[in-house]
């Protein structure tokens, strides 16, 4: 227990809980009628009740050398046998075992474990127990018996007496726990029935594992809160993502408050292990950006600014490539403005900050050109109808400023598409569909993300304008490079 103590971690465990919006009715931070709360302050407790089951013989000192119980263990597995404890110490007379205790004798505490352990019902998996015989064992001569350690020989307990004792004394009615601990839940009925206490109501469930179904583990470099934070991850939709495992709710959705999941929970666990599935934490991200920025909020507000920050840092200090130039980029206002604008028009692919200006960047700086193969099938239309493209530019620049809104523009491409059709010889459809790949690529220099007339509304004409003309002098500039090739 003291070699896994680290700093800090204590004060982490309240930050990070305190983040994801969980609080907490008592604790070793607030204290609470059943303290002292850090087991390291029980000790007195754990070596009481440990002195009241070797005085009602329900436990017994071992004084056998690990190096002893390591050779016993290496044989046992050599004959395929699961290395419990042969009971070599559990017939010492209680007065001598008393005297080499006194004499400092190294020594650990065991549960003496009947043969037939109580079976109990677990909440989740029903009817649970079964005879502990191990007719291998039996043939082979080996006695074995799976008294557990309860407290060790530097006198700090192990979980099985401690949890016992702790749940006891802060009137515990119902541990859930993880399913890996029902094997161990007889004994841990074995010490309440030795301290005549009634034992809590008890429901297993399943471990939360990888993709390659391996347990999730901090010491294998599982989930880490802090992570998730940094990434810009909503408390919110961590906690939902969570509380969302193992356990089946009657709900018409899966996006659930704090509240809503306080309000719905009972204990209809699922059996068996869950593999954690990062998709349905997107999903639920995306579901409470969008909720953040219809209700036009504090957390709307939240939003802007993180986002805000995020776009001005990478800006001032380009992460990924220190010579990066960013031309023509907005600043201050503007900036979390033309932040704020698009997260309204984008709020339902809303997933961190990183991807949002990652995958809207051309709303904020004059991102570049494609190149020629991102427009696919549409190359050889877009490069041959240029004089036909050309169009497209003078009809927008029609369009004067206090008319340049969603609308209009929305106008202005059906007028061009009626206008283009038969000139390029295709289907409504198709004219449609290459008006708006031009567009896209001028003005979004390739990107995705809303249509081009909300686009291009929030774009602001000025703006627009400059990314077709830059897109025609690029076009016709390839256009008088082929007329001369093809003249040669």
């Given at each position: 227990m003291?070699?896994?103590t680290i700093?800090?971690?204590e004060e982490?465990?309240y930050?990070d809980?305190r983040?994801?919006?969980i609080e907490w009715d008592?604790?070793?931070?607030?204290g609470?009628?059943y303290?002292?709360?850090?087991?390291?302050e029980?000790?007195?407790?754990?070596l009481?009740?440990?002195?009241?089951l070797l005085?009602?013989?329900h436990a017994?000192?071992?004084f056998?050398?690990?190096?002893?119980?390591?050779?016993?263990?290496?044989?046992r597995?050599?004959?395929?046998l699961?290395?419990?404890?042969d009971?070599s110490?559990?017939?010492?007379?209680p007065?001598q075992?008393d005297?080499?205790a006194s004499a400092?004798?190294?020594?650990?505490?065991?549960l003496?474990?009947p043969?037939k352990p109580?079976?109990y019902?677990d909440l989740?998996?029903?009817s649970?127990?079964k005879?502990?015989?191990?007719?291998?064992a039996?043939n082979?001569?080996?006695?074995?018996y799976?008294?557990p350690v309860l407290?060790?020989?530097?006198g700090l307990?192990?979980?099985?007496?401690?949890?016992?004792?702790?749940?006891?004394?802060m009137?515990?009615t119902?541990v859930?726990?993880a399913?890996?601990w029902m094997?161990s839940?007889?004994k841990?009925l074995i010490l309440?029935n030795?301290?005549?206490?009634?034992?809590?109501?008890?429901?297993h469930?399943?471990?939360l594992q990888d993709?390659?179904h391996?347990k999730f583990?901090?010491?294998k470099?599982?989930?880490n809160?802090r992570?998730?934070?940094?990434?810009?991850?909503?408390?919110e939709?961590?906690?939902?993502?969570?509380?969302?495992?193992g356990?089946?709710?009657?709900?018409?959705s899966?996006?659930?408050s704090?509240?809503?999941?306080?309000?719905?929970f009972?204990?209809k666990?699922?059996?068996?292990?869950?593999?954690?599935e990062?998709?349905?934490?997107m999903?639920?991200q995306?579901?409470?950006a969008q909720?953040?920025?219809?209700?036009?909020?504090?957390?709307f507000e939240?939003?802007?600014?993180t986002?805000?920050?995020?776009?001005?840092?990478?800006?001032e200090?380009p992460?990924w490539?220190?010579?990066?130039v960013?031309?023509?980029h907005?600043?201050?206002?503007e900036?979390?403005?033309?932040?704020?604008?698009?997260?309204?028009i984008t709020?339902?692919?809303?997933t961190?900050?990183?991807d949002f200006?990652?995958n809207?960047?051309?709303?904020?700086?004059d991102?570049?050109?494609?190149?020629l193969?991102?427009?696919?099938?549409m190359r050889?239309?877009?490069?041959n109808?240029w004089?036909q493209?050309h169009f497209?530019?003078e009809?927008?620049?029609?369009v004067p400023?206090e008319n340049?809104?969603?609308s209009v523009l929305?106008?202005?491409t059906?007028?061009i598409?009626d206008k283009?059709g038969?000139?390029?010889?295709?289907?409504?459809?198709?004219?449609y569909?290459?008006?708006?790949f031009?567009?896209?690529?001028?003005i979004?220099r390739?990107?995705?993300?809303?249509?081009?007339?909300t686009t291009?509304?929030?774009?602001g004409?000025s703006?627009c304008?400059?990314?077709?003309?830059?897109?025609?002098?690029?076009?016709e500039?390839?256009?008088?490079e082929?007329?001369e090739s093809n003249s040669?």
């Amino acid at each position: 227990m003291k070699k896994r103590t680290i700093p800090d971690a204590e004060e982490r465990l309240y930050n990070d809980l305190r983040w994801s919006g969980i609080e907490w009715d008592e604790g070793p931070d607030i204290g609470g009628p059943y303290g002292p709360y850090k087991q390291s302050e029980r000790t007195a407790l754990y070596l009481e009740h440990s002195e009241i089951l070797l005085q009602s013989r329900h436990a017994y000192r071992c004084f056998c050398s690990s190096e002893k119980l390591n050779e016993l263990a290496r044989r046992r597995a050599s004959l395929g046998l699961p290395s419990d404890y042969d009971r070599s110490c559990e017939g010492i007379p209680p007065e001598q075992s008393d005297e080499r205790a006194s004499a400092g004798e190294a020594f650990v505490i065991r549960l003496r474990v009947p043969p037939k352990p109580p079976e109990y019902v677990d909440l989740v998996y029903g009817s649970v127990g079964k005879p502990n015989d191990n007719k291998k064992a039996q043939n082979l001569g080996e006695a074995l018996y799976e008294d557990p350690v309860l407290l060790k020989s530097d006198g700090l307990p192990t979980y099985h007496l401690a949890n016992v004792v702790d749940d006891h004394h802060m009137k515990i009615t119902h541990v859930i726990r993880a399913a890996e601990w029902m094997s161990s839940t007889p004994k841990h009925l074995i010490l309440y029935n030795a301290f005549g206490w009634k034992p809590p109501e008890f429901a297993h469930v399943g471990l939360l594992q990888d993709s390659s179904h391996q347990k999730f583990s901090k010491r294998k470099g599982g989930l880490n809160i802090r992570k998730f934070d940094e990434q810009g991850i909503f408390p919110e939709a961590l906690l939902n993502y969570v509380a969302l495992y193992g356990w089946s709710h009657t709900q018409t959705s899966d996006v659930m408050s704090l509240s809503d999941l306080v309000e719905s929970f009972d204990l209809k666990f699922t059996k068996g292990n869950t593999v954690v599935e990062p998709h349905k934490l997107m999903y639920l991200q995306k579901k409470y950006a969008q909720k953040y920025i219809d209700e036009n909020g504090p957390q709307f507000e939240a939003l802007i600014d993180t986002s805000f920050t995020k776009i001005q840092q990478e800006f001032e200090a380009p992460s990924w490539h220190p010579d990066k130039v960013y031309p023509n980029h907005l600043r201050g206002q503007e900036l979390k403005a033309r932040v704020a604008g698009v997260l309204r028009i984008t709020a339902k692919n809303y997933t961190t900050a990183k991807d949002f200006f990652d995958n809207y960047k051309y709303f904020f700086y004059d991102t570049e050109f494609p190149n020629l193969e991102w427009l696919g099938g549409m190359r050889v239309i877009c490069t041959n109808h240029w004089p036909q493209l050309h169009f497209i530019n003078e009809k927008f620049k029609d369009v004067p400023h206090e008319n340049w809104t969603d609308s209009v523009l929305k106008g202005t491409t059906s007028a061009i598409v009626d206008k283009l059709g038969p000139e390029l010889n295709e289907t409504p459809k198709e004219t449609y569909k290459i008006v708006q790949f031009y567009l896209r690529w001028a003005i979004a220099r390739g990107g995705s993300g809303p249509s081009m007339h909300t686009t291009m509304t929030l774009l602001g004409r000025s703006t627009c304008l400059q990314r077709l003309d830059e897109l025609a002098a690029m076009l016709e500039s390839r256009s008088q490079e082929a007329t001369e090739s093809n003249s040669h």
